[in-house]
T-cell receptor, first 112, second 116 residues
């Protein structure tokens, strides 16, 4: 089955700086890669996703890049703000009726 | 749009009892819903895929007789934890995918199960 590795497990950055979280996946059949933000005790919220036919996608301060050959994808958050502090999860699936395989998560801490 | 509700939000029960959790898509139809489990400070683990009108598909290591799933309509899936034990205590979260939409999975708010 699919295996998703995520790094780092904890990331502390100064407010205003950029944050990058990286994930790798094992199954070349995976073609859908969402990123979720989860605050303590709350549901995961989709922040951005990308499909394998696209190399990069951007939404305001958030961007995701995908290298299908190397089987890795990354989340980039620019101009970080205190409200960006949360746990971020990457995931992979084949889309459709296939469930998500999640990475272990990154605890992002924005230092004021 | 794309709201998923889950009930109850929190349940405390005695060991040996069964607990039913409901997952509803409020403003879209979901042929497929998913059930995940999340232990404290850990990631989400897929337990099973719930398919409307057919049997659920369980992930390896998940006991289908212990975690009963029913997906009787396009907006409702239920997970019943049978004969719950303390090791079943966890955060159970469902997600649903819009049948007529892209691959996006929308998550419910989760159910915190504590088995005494």
């Amino acid at each position: 089955g699919e295996n998703v590795e995520q790094h780092p497990s904890t990331l502390s950055v100064q407010e205003g700086d950029s944050a990058v979280i990286k994930c790798t996946y094992s199954d070349s059949a995976s073609n859908y890669f969402p990123w979720y933000k989860q605050e303590l005790g709350k549901r995961p919220q989709l922040i951005i996703d990308i499909r394998s036919n696209v190399g990069e996608k951007k939404d305001q301060r958030i961007a995701v890049t995908l290298n299908k050959t190397a089987k890795h994808f990354s989340l980039h958050i620019t101009e970080t703000q205190p409200e960006d502090s949360a746990v971020y999860f990457c995931a992979a699936s084949m889309g459709g009726a296939d469930g998500l395989t999640f990475g272990k998560g990154t605890h992002l801490i924005i230092q004021p | 749009g794309a709201v998923v509700s889950q009930h109850p939000s929190r349940v405390i029960c005695k060991s040996g009892t069964s607990v039913k959790i409901e997952c509803r898509s409020l403003d879209f139809q979901a042929t497929t819903m998913f059930w995940y489990r999340q232990f404290p400070k850990q990631s989400l683990m897929l337990m099973a895929t719930s398919n409307e009108g057919s049997k659920a598909t369980y992930e390896q290591g998940v006991e289908k007789d212990k975690f009963l799933i029913n997906h009787a309509s396009l907006t409702l899936s239920t997970l019943t934890v049978t004969s719950a034990h303390p090791e079943d205590s966890s955060f159970y979260i469902c997600s649903a995918r819009d049948s007529g939409g892209p691959d996006t999975q929308y998550f419910g708010p989760g159910t915190r199960l504590t088995v005494l």
